[in-house]
């Protein structure tokens, strides 16, 4: 399973060569692909179109876990969204950061942090409001974004999780990006499913990923390999780390030294 930016994708969001090579080998070889995001399913397919994936790639876990896919079937095997009790309370409980302004895309939230020393939004209502979100209303949510102009402070990442119930989850997910969703999905929780559906276990897996969101797949698959441009703690969760980053041969090295046959 392949986490896709800082993993399989380079800098300018391109799938290199030497990897996509490495692919059709696999497959030749009956390893079954899949993909592991934090991204959503019309962004991965676009991707697969793109690199003309449909035959190599079995299964996609998108939004880190909320939602997964058998791309053969086009079987949209769970959708895991945040109940509206949820998103009230999570919002609610935001309420001390310096928020700027909500808004409302597909299936996410996306909560801004400004600047300023004290949030000009007092009020849950008036959150709601302004982010066009009725919590009344029957629209899927499945995750929300806290998002920065720059990156989250060590001092900030340290206050941001107590202003989450513990029925909730946060992850870092980019250096300005802090996501929240119900307490139990993940990458990983999302390829044991696969996993058991298909009549094996995570112990036959091998996940790839660079940062906090894969740290559940590279502590607790068969087999975890961090990019060598990965975060610290996903390297030390990791059982292996690629030789070259995400702009070299990174993947396509592990794979033909450590997977494929000669």
Sequence with gaps: MF???GT???YRNRILDSSLL???NAHKQGILLGIATGRPWHFVDQLITKYKLKDLISFVVCMNGMDIYDYHTKTYLEDLPLTKQQITTILKSCLPLNIKSLKHSDDSLFLE???EKKSKIKSLRRLLQIGDYDSNSSGFINRIIVLKNSPFTKTELEHLPKYLSYDY?????????????ATGLSKYTAIDYLAVRNGFTSKN???FGDSSNDID???HCGVGVCMANGTLNAKQAADYITDSNNNKNGIADFLNTHILKV
């Design 113 to 115: 942090i400004g600047d």
């Design 205 to 207: 897996v091998v996940a």
């Design 22 to 24: 490495a692919f059709e």
């Design 217 to 219: 797949m590279l502590k």
């Design 8 to 10: 399989l994708l380079n």
């Design 3 to 5: 986490d896709l930016d």
């Design 169 to 181: 989850f946060g992850s870092l997910t980019s250096p300005s990006n802090f996501e929240i969703y």
